[in-house]
C-alpha cells in the first residue's frame, strides 16, 4: 500500500508540475504580445526606434526566462524564437513597413507553438 500511495502522490506531483510550467509559459506569451503589440503599433506610426525598444523588452521577458524555458524546450524551439527576434529586429533596424508584419506574424507563431506544446493534455501526460 505504501508504494501505491508514493506513486500516486508522484503522479499527482508530476501533473501539477506540468500545470504550472504551462500556466508560466502561458504567462509569458502572453506578456510578450504585449510587447510586440506596442511594437507593431509604433511600427505602424514609423516610429521605428519605438519599435525596437518595445521589442526589445520582450526579448528581455524571454531570455529572463532561459533558467525555465532551457529545461523544458528543445533546442529547435528555442533557436526559432531567438531567430524570430532576430529577423524582426533587422526588419525594424531597416525601416521596412512592408515587411514588419510578416515578422511579427512569425514571432507570435512561434510562442503560440510553445505554448501550445507546453500545455497540459492526455498526450503529455502519456
Known amino acids: 500500500m505504501k508504494r501505491e500511495f508514493a506513486a500516486g502522490a508522484l503522479l499527482l506531483l508530476l501533473v501539477l508540475g506540468a500545470w504550472l510550467n504551462s500556466r508560466r509559459m502561458d504567462q509569458l506569451v502572453w506578456q510578450i504580445d504585449r510587447c510586440l503589440d506596442s511594437s507593431e503599433a509604433a511600427a505602424e506610426q514609423g516610429t521605428f ?23 523544458f524546450l528543445g533546442h529547435q524551439e528555442l533557436d526559432a524564437v531567438q531567430d524570430a527576434f532576430f529577423q524582426l529586429e533587422q526588419l525594424l533596424r531597416r525601416g521596412d513597413r512592408a515587411a514588419a508584419p510578416a515578422g511579427y506574424t512569425r514571432l507570435r507563431r512561434c510562442l503560440e507553438e510553445i505554448a501550445a506544446l507546453e500545455r497540459l493534455s492526455p498526450e503529455a501526460v502519456l
Open 49 to 71: 526606434e519605438q519599435a525596437l525598444a518595445a521589442l526589445e523588452n520582450g526579448r528581455r521577458l524571454w531570455e529572463a526566462s532561459e533558467g525555465v524555458t532551457g529545461v
